[in-house]
């Protein structure tokens, strides 16, 4: 089935370092992916949609100059978290789709933990 | 908010005992998907079900749709330890073509 390859699992950076996070879909090309966050006992919260080639699409109240979001290819997008803070420590989960979800539904990747210092 | 519901928030059962979580949204949908999560993992899809359709089954799971009540369930029988993890449910409908999730239900599954 389609997977979504997401690193790094976990990451501990500084604050006021950068963080890139990178989803690659492996066996499918992903024109758009989501990108989520979700914090302690809580649901997914839509942070941007990306689209290949394009500029991303930022839910309201999600600073763009902040997340920036890469989608340079149909199997590549990434999420650079820029000067972190330690309230930016959360869980970000990304999830890549051809437009609609098949009985499969969506592919997420596997998270990555972040947790600034 | 179009952020569904799932009840209950958390469940503790025995295994071999059935576990069942219910959803409720309140917008219609075109379908409504399952999902379950390891504690700090990704998600792993479970069921799509169609708005219509009635009822769906995989495995020792069942899912269940009424969209005149705007709910769903999901029922895993004969539960097993390797079952815990949270439930989540989650519609289509986003304005980026994205899914929306309710809370999820963490299920515990004793041995």
């Known amino acids: 089935g389609a997977v979504v390859s997401q690193h790094p699992s976990r990451v501990i950076c500084k604050s006021g370092t950068s963080v890139k996070i990178e989803c690659r879909s492996l066996?499918?090309?992903?024109?758009?992916m989501f990108w989520y966050r979700q914090f302690p006992k809580k649901s997914l919260m839509l942070m941007a949609t990306s689209n290949e080639g394009s500029k991303a699409t930022y839910e309201q109240g999600v600073e763009k100059d902040k997340f920036l979001i890469n989608h340079a290819s149909l199997t590549l997008s990434t999420l650079t978290v820029t000067s972190a803070h330690p309230e930016d420590s959360s869980f970000y989960i990304c999830?890549?789709?051809?437009?609609?979800?098949?009985?499969?539904?969506?592919?997420f990747g596997s998270g990555t933990r972040l947790t600034v210092v | 908010s179009q952020q569904g519901e799932e009840d209950p928030q958390a469940l503790s059962i025995q295994e071999g005992e059935n576990a069942t979580m219910n959803c409720s949204y309140k917008?219609?949908?075109?379908?409504l998907q399952w999902y379950r999560q390891n504690s700090g993992r990704g998600l792993v899809h479970l069921i799509l079900i169609r708005s219509n359709e009635r009822e769906k089954h995989s495995g020792r799971l069942r899912v269940t749709l009424d969209t005149s009540k705007k709910s769903s369930s999901l029922l895993i029988t004969a539960s097993r330890a390797a079952d815990t993890a949270s439930y989540f449910c989650?519609?289509?409908?986003?304005?980026?073509?994205?899914?929306?999730f309710g809370k999820g239900t963490k299920l515990s599954v004793k041995p």
């Open positions: 917008t219609s949908i075109n379908n």
């Open positions: 999830s890549g789709g051809t437009g609609a979800p098949s009985n499969y539904g969506y592919t």
């Open positions: 066996d499918f090309q992903a024109t758009t």
């Open positions: 989650s519609k289509d409908g986003g304005s980026q073509g994205n899914l929306i």
